[in-house]
């Protein structure tokens, strides 16, 4: 089993508990729905599990109402959880050039002489890209787009993938 992060709760919305939630899955129709229980990191919640009552979709995102949150006092506290799932390793099979992100934490990141950059800690979503955030020994992490460009290969199975960066990115 794999824990799979699949949403981030933005805000609460209304005054009956509902949070809105940002979607980091491919399919969220199905990770989303009433009676799943999903696995939390940050927030106030200190790790506690929350099991989704009602889900309807607004403008294209979910709207999450959450045991034991029915106001929206209770939802703010919400504000900023990462939501996650176990899923097993077969659902993490992507397209052919796609790759979940759980599969990308702890691999090597290596330029394309094949020096060590660092290891990928995890991956951060934004509005455009995302970034792989690469710890190295005895510096502050490294910010790698995640895009094309600087990205020339991904080999899970060998654990490593080869990067072409621009001069002075590593130093930012």
Known sequence: MTELVVGRIVRPHGLRG????????????????????YRTK??????APLTAVTVRWHQGRPMIGF?????????????????????????LVADEDEVHDTLLIGLIV????????????????????????????????????FVADMIREVDVEAGIITVDLPPGLLEL
Do not use: C, M, W
């Open 110 to 145: 290596a330029d394309l002489e094949g020096a060590e950059i660092g290891t990928v800690q995890r991956v951060d979503h934004g509005a455009a890209y995302e970034t792989l955030v690469v710890k190295r020994k005895g510096r502050t992490p490294a910010l790698v787009p």
């Open 18 to 37: 509902e949070v809105v939630v940002e979607v980091r899955t491919d399919d969220p129709e199905a990770r989303f729905q009433p009676g799943v229980e």
């Open 42 to 47: 940050g927030g106030q919640l200190k790790g």
């Open 67 to 91: 045991e034991g949150h029915s106001d929206r006092n209770a939802s703010e506290l919400l504000r900023g959880v990462v939501l996650s799932v176990e899923v097993e390793e077969e659902e």
